[in-house]
């Protein structure tokens, strides 16, 4: 390994940019002539528009024009994944306006666009509009939805979505009718707000000369944006858009989708002949970015009388929100049921998903997608097994591990794992953990007068999204691959073309040392471009923990066949057969002899091909390759959580947290560190601290960082992290991905901490977030029904 | 008076002449001078993506603080520098230590809190020696990171102190002392643009006599309340008054058995005086939104603005507090408490302004206690926020008085639960009769923050716990879950 190479914990490359406040965000970036947009938005959750009035504020100062449903007559923000019914027909796909056509389905709602000079010009113009609402009844809470009459979209009656399912539900049910024991439990995943620091934002641009539009956006995901929008909101033909995604202050998944924003202002630029900026505020992002999780469960798990799973099924109801958001209906079924075997033997699993429509924000994919929800039912339902078989939680789990041998292994969800070792994770995490000392420490903790417990979790999650074939199988209505392309420049520098999209991930440092190490080459000699689609050939972008599982992978394929023309320009320049040219640390060698030559002659030898055989060998050295992985990858680990409260107040602290996760070959374990790192953070946030709450009336009550709780630098515990690794058998680097696990194992680790500590008390459940509050009432509402017994 | 503003920026003096008084400085650097380094992540002071370091001459030396650009405006910088992350890399590109640092422990991620951080922890390491963890949280807590988990910015906010002093910095330092000086003095400024106009008065006379001829001003001291009502609620003010340059409202003092307090005094600036006379009031203090609310807000502001939340009114009318207000040439006094009439409603003149807060010094013996109830510890709006003050003499009771914030439409005494524990014994007895009584004081509202179950039994229970905490002298109480554990014991 050289010291920039595989396995090296390279400095990031892009912090001298961050730290220097020299990064090119879409707000820093501004455009001659430039307007700027303020997107005036619903106030009420659900009604009809009688009548938008806008004599007045069309004749404010410095308003440009302003623009609603009536005039933004285009095609509807279209859903990427169509899922079935179970009786096999397509799910209720109601229309997705841009700007909304006659009726507002949420706060927050698109009513109009706002041009103006300045941004403070549109902002007080948009509040001069008069817009005439009727009201109507809101449908704001999701275990209900399906039961009331009012309705989300005449379209979808019963608010439904669609009703799908996995498995089969009367073998499930037998399996259950015979079982030894079976354990229930209702489940309620929160609802999360994605809050990526660096709010929306979108600049549309039209060039009359050429017929060119360029959107600037917070995309994790350029192509995809250009495809959605080009071909099916807009019909604007891809050579004829260009879509830019700069440096982008996180995303989380909230910037996958295609937001209504990024149409209007690129469809008003070609309107207004000037550049339009929008860029949200913060009440905004809460009001239009898509939303997390928001799942309701009946899940239930059978055992049999040696304490082994035999059966499992669920019932979900899963909040689509107003609106299908690009990704939102793959989430909670091929991201979460599929994921429901888990790391268990369970040979048979029933689950139904019932997707429902409410008058909230759309929800779509956030950190980890599907996988937490599916982690979090499972591990809670194993939890609550271990205690009521009178299992310990390292006894429930090793005994119903899949076997270190029985890998490539077959779940009865649809997913084949490749590798694994769940044993080897579980026994390093608990020694990291200090299983061993907890009772001792419990003990002190009680002489403190505290409730000390302890909570596993053991996931694997699916990621490195993934094989084409497989996702249009289940309804994708994209391929999942990715693209790379290696430019070597005439003096032996290299500029990578990615389809993947950086948003924190540090890819200019990672896939920078793909290229160090495999070309033999100083990583300062390698660029990474990324996020712009007229230089990127194309690319499906960054989430689902893809980059480097396939991204990295689409780079290794370049590669090889940069190198495979090097050796057949060097054999040709040296004289040799170019099966006996040999490459190593940047020199190619005929085997045998010590004729060399290094890889920056090759390079110059490219571009000055003075000699070539020409019907042999084309000058230049450039590859392009795109990469379809065969299968997901699967990662997985252990998470042990150690938290102690306060009974008298209810405070959870955590005062351990542990993750030891598999995720495949470690590239750099600095970037990886941090990666899980900032998982753990949103999965203790989802547990203890967030969650997102709609009033009766459909308005959203935790609509700022005051009231939205986010995790703040006091608020978290120093992690002990590590990783174990078996390698992922097909891809070349072995790679699996880290972006999503420490989301996807901590929050149940950390509530059957919180359930652990206060089991005794007669506490059996808690929900998530696990605040004082709600533990000073579980506590408080135990004791009250121990007395009474 | 001098026209226009003028501050250093970028080592350089910089003179605007014509300027919107209520431009944020984030808008300006952003939209005007095309520096885009400092981020805004939500324009409400919560999330710290907008923090700069403004330089200031305090008795002859500089003094270093962080603040939220994106509710500062501009021409309050007059007279000051203004140090955002662009200024930090030496001309040659080699990083800062804090810089350095954060590349070291891996404390960026996407970048976009990044400038903030880096802003925090530069103003820290520039004014202070090594921090304690517990002031590193302090700090950081008004910065917000969706990416990292926070453990590598702790980890470099300790690791860039090994880079040792600030030596390139504190060489130019000396030249940029030399601008301000050139820049301080006692004139009034005035700006004025799109029809706003903006005073920044440099003595106390002087904006008695210039609020007296615009009694339609509004004050602006801190700007954490009034820069919201711009971002936030999109209004127009006007004309502004800016009290920060004033000196006597900057002034702190010992005078008669009270502690006055100039209105404009920051939070900051307060906490060590206060702490040292009621230590639990300075904890209060700590609570109060985050480093960069503290460095710019002000007691007086906290007063003035009448809200029922504020977390220094029921502290300051527990202890006795005494206002000063004056308009024109004339002052009165009045009790702090009788201040606030109603909700939304105050005792103050048109033209009328608060000169000083008086904090009346304790007597010994006697027992202090602040209890700030919210969902986090840091940048939170209390719930309910309560605070006691009692004599108790040989176990009697001989005075107390008891205030709440949160529990109706302004801060206000418990004087039904008050008058069930004078002249009592200081005993569970009393104390849960007195509990008891406090339903004849409160009523309040149920809201997004609290139910009024929750309110009223809160209230009720902190009563019991300042018993707890003032009975049980020398024994280890444990009332005490977050913040100083210790002071349960004082
Ligand atoms: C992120 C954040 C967190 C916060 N957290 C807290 C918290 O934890 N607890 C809390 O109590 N508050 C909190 N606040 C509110 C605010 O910081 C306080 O109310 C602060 O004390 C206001 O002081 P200021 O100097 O900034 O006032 P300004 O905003 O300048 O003024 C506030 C009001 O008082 C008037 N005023 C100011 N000075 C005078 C004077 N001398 N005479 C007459 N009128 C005057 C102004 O006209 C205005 O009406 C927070 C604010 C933010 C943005
Ligand atoms: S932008 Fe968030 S505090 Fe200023
Ligand atoms: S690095 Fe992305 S928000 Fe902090």
Same mark, same amino acid.
């Given at each position: 390994?050289?010291?920039?190479?595989?396995?090296?914990?390279?400095?990031?490359?892009?912090?001298?940019?961050?730290?220097?406040?020299?990064?090119?965000?879409?707000?820093?970036?501004?455009?001659?002539?430039?307007?700027?947009?303020?997107?005036?938005?619903?106030?009420?959750?659900? /009604?009809?528009?009688?009548?938008?009035?806008?004599?007045?504020?069309?004749?404010?100062?410095?308003?440009?024009?302003?623009?609603?449903?009536?005039?933004?007559?285009?095609?509807?923000?279209?859903?990427?994944?169509?899922?079935?019914?179970?009786?096999?027909?397509?799910?209720?796909?109601?229309?997705?306006?841009?700007?909304?056509?006659?009726?507002?389905?949420?706060?927050?709602?698109?009513?109009?666009?706002?041009?103006?000079?300045?941004?403070?010009?549109?902002?007080?113009?948009?509040?001069?509009?008069?817009?005439?609402?009727?009201?109507?009844?809101?449908?704001?809470?999701?275990?209900?939805?399906?039961?009331?009459?009012?309705?989300?979209?005449?379209?979808?009656?019963?608010?439904?979505?669609?009703?799908?399912?996995?498995?089969?539900?009367?073998?499930?049910?037998?399996?259950?009718?015979?079982?030894?024991?079976?354990?229930?439990?209702?489940?309620?995943?929160?609802?999360?707000?994605?809050?990526?620091?660096?709010?929306?934002?979108?600049?549309?641009?039209?060039?009359?000369?050429?017929?060119?539009?360029?959107?600037?956006?917070?995309?994790?995901?350029?192509?995809?944006?250009?495809?959605?929008?080009?071909?099916?909101?807009?019909?604007?033909?891809?050579?004829?858009?260009?879509?830019?995604?700069?440096?982008?202050?996180?995303?989380?998944?909230?910037?996958?989708?295609?937001?209504?924003?990024?149409?209007?202002?690129?469809?008003?630029?070609?309107?207004?002949?000037?550049?339009?900026?929008?860029?949200?505020?913060?009440?905004?992002?809460?009001?239009?970015?898509?939303?997390?999780?928001?799942?309701?469960?009946?899940?239930?798990?059978?055992?049999?009388?040696?304490?082994?799973?035999?059966?499992?099924?669920?019932?979900?109801?899963?909040?689509?929100?107003?609106?299908?958001?690009?990704?939102?209906?793959?989430?909670?079924?091929?991201?979460?049921?599929?994921?429901?075997?888990?790391?268990?033997?369970?040979?048979?699993?029933?689950?139904?998903?019932?997707?429902?429509?409410?008058?909230?924000?759309?929800?779509?994919?956030?950190?980890?997608?599907?996988?937490?929800?599916?982690?979090?039912?499972?591990?809670?339902?194993?939890?609550?097994?271990?205690?009521?078989?009178?299992?310990?939680?390292?006894?429930?789990?090793?005994?119903?591990?899949?076997?270190?041998?029985?890998?490539?292994?077959?779940?009865?969800?649809?997913?084949?794992?490749?590798?694994?070792?769940?044993?080897?994770?579980?026994?390093?995490?608990?020694?990291?953990?200090?299983?061993?000392?907890?009772?001792?420490?419990?003990?002190? /903790?009680?002489?403190?007068?505290?409730?000390?417990?302890?909570?596993?979790?053991?996931?694997?999650?699916?990621?490195?999204?993934?094989?084409?074939?497989?996702?249009?199988?289940?309804?994708?209505?994209?391929?999942?691959?990715?693209?790379?392309?290696?430019?070597?420049?005439?003096?032996?520098?290299?500029?990578?073309?990615?389809?993947?999209?950086?948003?924190?991930?540090?890819?200019?440092?990672?896939?920078?040392?793909?290229?160090?190490?495999?070309?033999?080459?100083?990583?300062?000699?390698?660029?990474?471009?990324?996020?712009?689609?007229?230089?990127?050939?194309?690319?499906?972008?960054?989430?689902?923990?893809?980059?480097?599982?396939?991204?990295?992978?689409?780079?290794?394929?370049?590669?090889?066949?940069?190198?495979?023309?090097?050796?057949?320009?060097?054999?040709?320049?040296?004289?040799?057969?170019?099966?006996?040219?040999?490459?190593?640390?940047?020199?190619?060698?005929?085997?045998?002899?010590?004729?060399?030559?290094?890889?920056?002659?090759?390079?110059?030898?490219?571009?000055?091909?003075?000699?070539?055989?020409?019907?042999?060998?084309?000058?230049?050295?450039?590859?392009?390759?795109?990469?379809?992985?065969?299968?997901?990858?699967?990662?997985?680990?252990?998470?042990?959580?150690?938290?102690?409260?306060?009974?008298?107040?209810?405070?959870?602290?955590?005062?351990?947290?542990?993750?030891?996760?598999?995720?495949?070959?470690?590239?750099?374990?600095?970037?990886?560190?941090?990666?899980?790192?900032?998982?753990?953070?949103?999965?203790?946030?989802?547990?203890?601290?967030?969650?997102?709450?709609?009033?009766?009336?459909?308005?959203?009550?935790?609509?700022?960082?005051?009231?939205?709780?986010?995790?703040?630098?006091?608020?978290?515990?120093?992690?002990?992290?590590?990783?174990?690794?078996?390698?992922?058998?097909?891809?070349?680097?072995?790679?699996?991905?880290?972006?999503?696990?420490?989301?996807?194992?901590?929050?149940?680790?950390?509530?059957?901490?919180?359930?652990?500590?206060?089991?005794?008390?007669?506490?059996?459940?808690?929900?998530?977030?696990?605040?004082?509050?709600?533990?000073?009432?579980?506590?408080?509402?135990?004791?009250?029904?121990?007395?009474?017994? | 008076?001098?026209?226009?503003?003028?501050?250093?920026?970028?080592?350089?003096?910089?003179?605007?002449?014509?300027?919107?008084? @209520?431009?944020?400085?984030?808008?300006?650097?952003?939209?005007?001078?095309? !520096?885009?380094?400092?981020?805004?992540?939500?324009?409400?002071?919560?999330?710290? !993506?907008?923090?700069?370091?403004?330089?200031?001459?305090?008795?002859?030396?500089?003094?270093?603080?962080?603040?939220?650009?994106?509710?500062?405006?501009?021409?309050?910088?007059?007279?000051?520098?203004?140090?955002?992350?662009?200024?930090?890399?030496?001309?040659?590109?080699?990083?800062?230590?804090?810089?350095?640092?954060?590349?070291? @422990?891996?404390?960026?991620?996407?970048?976009?809190?990044?400038?903030?951080?880096?802003?925090?922890?530069?103003?820290?390491?520039?004014?202070?020696?090594?921090?304690?963890?517990?002031?590193?949280?302090?700090?950081?807590?008004?910065?917000?990171?969706?990416?990292?988990?926070?453990?590598?910015?702790?980890?470099?906010?300790?690791? %860039?102190?090994?880079?040792?002093?600030?030596?390139?910095?504190?060489?130019?330092?000396?030249?940029?002392?030399?601008?301000?000086?050139?820049?301080?003095?006692?004139?009034?400024?005035?700006?004025?643009?799109?029809?706003?106009?903006?005073?920044?008065?440099?003595?106390?006379?002087?904006? !008695?006599?210039?609020?007296?001829?615009?009694?339609?001003?509004?004050?602006?001291?801190?700007?954490?309340?009034?820069?919201?009502?711009?971002?936030?609620?999109?209004?127009?003010?006007?004309?502004?008054?800016?009290?920060?340059?004033?000196?006597?409202?900057?002034?702190?003092?010992?005078?008669?058995?009270?502690?006055?307090?100039?209105?404009?005094?920051?939070?900051?600036?307060?906490?060590?005086?206060?702490?040292?006379?009621?230590?639990?009031?300075?904890?209060?203090?700590?609570?109060?939104?985050?480093?960069?609310?503290?460095?710019?807000?002000?007691?007086?502001?906290?007063?003035?603005?009448?809200?029922?939340?504020?977390?220094?009114?029921?502290?300051?009318?527990?202890?006795?507090?005494?206002?000063?207000?004056?308009?024109?040439?004339?002052?009165?006094?009045?009790?702090?408490?009788?201040?606030?009439?109603?909700?939304?409603?105050?005792?103050?003149?048109?033209?009328?302004?608060?000169? %000083?807060?008086?904090?009346?010094?304790?007597?010994?013996?006697?027992?202090?206690?602040?209890?700030?109830?919210?969902?986090?510890?840091?940048?939170?709006?209390?719930?309910?926020?309560?605070?006691?003050?009692?004599?108790?003499?040989?176990?009697?009771?001989?005075?107390?008085?008891?205030?709440?914030?949160?529990?109706?439409? @302004?801060?206000?005494?418990?004087?039904?639960?008050?008058?069930?524990?004078?002249?009592?014994?200081?005993?569970?007895?009393?104390?849960?009769?007195?509990?008891?009584?406090?339903?004849?004081?409160?009523?309040?509202?149920?809201?997004?923050?609290?139910?009024? !179950?929750?309110?009223?039994?809160?209230?009720?229970?902190?009563?019991?716990?300042?018993?707890?905490?003032?009975?049980?002298?020398?024994?280890?109480?444990? @009332?005490?879950?977050?913040?100083?554990?210790?002071?349960?014991?004082?």
């Amino acid at each position: 390994m050289n010291d920039t190479g595989i396995g090296a914990s390279v400095r990031r490359k892009e912090d001298f940019r961050f730290l220097t406040g020299q990064g090119t965000y879409t707000d820093d970036i501004n455009r001659p002539g430039q307007t700027y947009g303020y997107i005036l938005r619903s106030p009420v959750a659900h /009604a009809k528009i009688n009548g938008i009035d806008l004599a007045e504020a069309k004749a404010a100062p410095g308003v440009v024009a302003i623009f609603t449903g009536d005039d933004m007559q285009v095609g509807s923000i279209p859903c990427g994944w169509g899922v079935n019914n179970k009786d096999g027909s397509p799910m209720n796909e109601p229309p997705h306006p841009a700007l909304a056509q006659g009726k507002v389905r949420h706060v927050g709602d698109q009513v109009a666009i706002v041009i103006a000079e300045s941004y403070a010009e549109a902002r007080a113009a948009a509040e001069l509009i008069d817009v005439d609402y009727e009201e109507l009844p809101a449908v704001a809470d999701l275990a209900t939805a399906l039961d009331q009459s009012t309705l989300v979209h005449d379209e979808a009656p019963g608010n439904l979505c669609y009703d799908w399912e996995i498995g089969e539900e009367a073998q499930v049910n037998a399996i259950f009718e015979s079982a030894h024991h079976v354990t229930s439990m209702d489940i309620v995943n929160n609802r999360l707000v994605p809050n990526a620091m660096e709010p929306r934002a979108a600049i549309g641009e039209y060039d009359s000369a050429t017929g060119e539009y360029t959107l600037y956006t917070t995309s994790q995901n350029p192509h995809v944006i250009r495809l959605l929008m080009g071909a099916f909101v807009l019909q604007i033909p891809e050579h004829k858009l260009r879509v830019v995604a700069p440096d982008v202050g996180g995303g989380f998944g909230s910037k996958i989708f295609h937001y209504a924003e990024e149409a209007i202002v690129t469809w008003a630029a070609q309107k207004v002949r000037r550049p339009i900026k929008w860029r949200a505020e913060r009440s905004e992002s809460f009001l239009s970015d898509a939303h997390g999780r928001d799942h309701v469960t009946k899940a239930e798990l059978a055992l049999d009388q040696d304490g082994k799973f035999i059966g499992l099924r669920c019932y979900t109801k899963a909040n689509m929100g107003a609106y299908l958001s690009t990704f939102s209906t793959c989430v909670p079924t091929y991201l979460h049921a599929t994921l429901l075997a888990g790391v268990y033997t369970t040979p048979a699993i029933y689950c139904n998903v019932k997707a429902v429509f409410t008058n909230t924000v759309p929800v779509d994919a956030y950190r980890g997608a599907g996988r937490p929800e599916a982690t979090y039912l499972l591990e809670r339902l194993v939890d609550r097994a271990a205690r009521e078989t009178g299992m310990s939680q390292s006894e429930i789990r090793r005994k119903n591990f899949i076997p270190e041998d029985a890998f490539p292994y077959q779940t009865p969800v649809a997913l084949q794992y490749d590798s694994g070792n769940y044993t080897a994770t579980l026994d390093r995490a608990e020694e990291l953990a200090d299983v061993a000392g907890f009772q001792a420490r419990r003990s002190e /903790a009680a002489s403190r007068g505290k409730l000390r417990g302890l909570g596993y979790s053991t996931y694997v999650e699916a990621c490195g999204i993934a094989p084409s074939a497989v996702v249009g199988s289940l309804g994708a209505r994209a391929g999942l691959f990715e693209s790379a392309n290696i430019r070597v420049h005439p003096t032996g520098s290299v500029t990578v073309y990615t389809g993947s999209h950086s948003h924190g991930q540090g890819h200019e440092t990672t896939f920078a040392q793909l290229v160090s190490d495999s070309l033999g080459i100083p990583i300062e000699n390698v660029d990474i471009s990324h996020g712009d689609t007229n230089k990127v050939a194309f690319g499906m972008g960054t989430y689902g923990s893809r980059s480097l599982a396939v991204g990295g992978e689409a780079i290794m394929k370049a590669l090889d066949k940069v190198i495979t023309k090097s050796k057949k320009i060097a054999a040709h320049v040296l004289e040799a057969d170019s099966a006996d040219i040999e490459f190593k640390d940047g020199k190619f060698t005929v085997a045998g002899t010590d004729r060399e030559m290094a890889f920056g002659d090759v390079a110059l030898t490219a571009y000055v091909p003075h000699n070539f055989p020409h019907d042999e060998l084309e000058p230049g050295l450039e590859e392009q390759a795109f990469y379809d992985p065969m299968n997901f990858t699967y990662p997985a680990g252990c998470h042990i959580c150690e938290v102690e409260i306060d009974p008298d107040t209810g405070v959870v602290e955590v005062v351990a947290m542990t993750a030891m996760d598999d995720v495949g070959r470690v590239i750099n374990p600095m970037i990886v560190e941090g990666q899980i790192h900032g998982g753990l953070a949103q999965g203790i946030g989802q547990a203890l601290m967030e969650g997102a709450r709609y009033d009766d009336d459909g308005q959203l009550l935790t609509g700022s960082y005051m009231d939205y709780c986010m995790p703040r630098a006091d608020d978290l515990p120093d992690f002990k992290v590590g990783t174990t690794t078996t390698l992922c058998t097909h891809n070349s680097l072995g790679v699996k991905g880290c972006g999503e696990v420490g989301a996807i194992g901590s929050p149940p680790a950390v509530i059957n901490a919180v359930v652990d500590a206060l089991w005794d008390q007669g506490v059996r459940d808690i929900a998530m977030p696990a605040t004082p509050n709600a533990v000073w009432n579980a506590l408080n509402g135990a004791k009250t029904a121990m007395a009474a017994e | 008076m001098s026209e226009g503003i003028r501050f250093v920026f970028r080592g350089e003096v910089r003179e605007i002449d014509k300027i919107d008084p @209520t431009l944020s400085v984030l808008r300006w650097l952003r939209e005007v001078e095309g !520096a885009s380094g400092t981020k805004e992540g939500c324009a409400e002071g919560d999330c710290g !993506a907008c923090t700069v370091v403004l330089g200031e001459l305090v008795d002859g030396s500089m003094q270093y603080r962080a603040v939220n650009a994106c509710i500062q405006f501009m021409p309050t910088l007059h007279g000051k520098q203004l140090i955002t992350v662009e200024d930090l890399a030496s001309p040659d590109g080699a990083l800062h230590p804090v810089q350095k640092a954060m590349v070291e @422990t891996s404390g960026s991620q996407c970048g976009f809190c990044t400038p903030g951080f880096v802003m925090s922890m530069f103003a820290m390491k520039v004014s202070e020696g090594r921090p304690s963890r517990d002031r590193i949280n302090d700090v950081l807590a008004g910065n917000l990171c969706r990416c990292t988990g926070y453990g590598p910015i702790i980890e470099a906010s300790e690791k %860039m102190y090994d880079a040792g002093p600030e030596t390139a910095f504190l060489e130019e330092e000396k030249r940029v002392v030399a601008l301000l000086e050139g820049l301080s003095s006692d004139a009034m400024v005035e700006t004025a643009d799109k029809g706003r106009r903006y005073f920044a008065p440099a003595r106390v006379d002087d904006l !008695a006599r210039v609020y007296t001829d615009n009694p339609d001003a509004v004050i602006v001291a801190g700007a954490t309340d009034v820069g919201l009502w711009v971002t936030k609620m999109h209004k127009d003010l006007g004309t502004v008054i800016y009290l920060g340059r004033v000196k006597e409202l900057k002034e702190m003092r010992v005078a008669s058995g009270y502690l006055e307090i100039g209105a404009g005094v920051s939070y900051t600036d307060a906490w060590d005086e206060i702490k040292k006379h009621y230590p639990d009031f300075g904890e209060l203090i700590r609570r109060i939104g985050s480093t960069q609310v503290r460095n710019a807000g002000t007691i007086g502001g906290n007063v003035a603005n009448g809200s029922p939340i504020g977390d220094t009114p029921p502290a300051l009318i527990a202890a006795g507090a005494r206002l000063v207000l004056r308009k024109g040439e004339e002052r009165r006094e009045i009790d702090l408490e009788s201040f606030f009439i109603d909700y939304g409603k105050q005792d103050r003149g048109i033209g009328e302004f608060v000169e %000083m807060v008086k904090l009346p010094l304790p007597k010994a013996g006697s027992k202090f206690r602040s209890y700030k109830i919210s969902k986090r510890f840091d940048q939170d709006i209390s719930a309910a926020c309560g605070a006691f003050m009692a004599d108790i003499e040989k176990g009697q009771v001989k005075d107390i008085r008891i205030c709440f914030g949160g529990m109706a439409g @302004t801060p206000a005494r418990a004087k039904h639960t008050e008058a069930a524990l004078i002249g009592k014994t200081w005993d569970e007895e009393t104390v849960k009769t007195a509990m008891a009584e406090m339903v004849k004081d409160y009523n309040p509202l149920t809201d997004m923050r609290a139910s009024e !179950a929750y309110r009223a039994k809160v209230a009720r229970n902190l009563l019991y716990k300042f018993f707890v905490e003032t009975s049980q002298v020398g024994e280890k109480v444990n @009332t005490r879950v977050v913040g100083d554990r210790e002071l349960a014991h004082v």
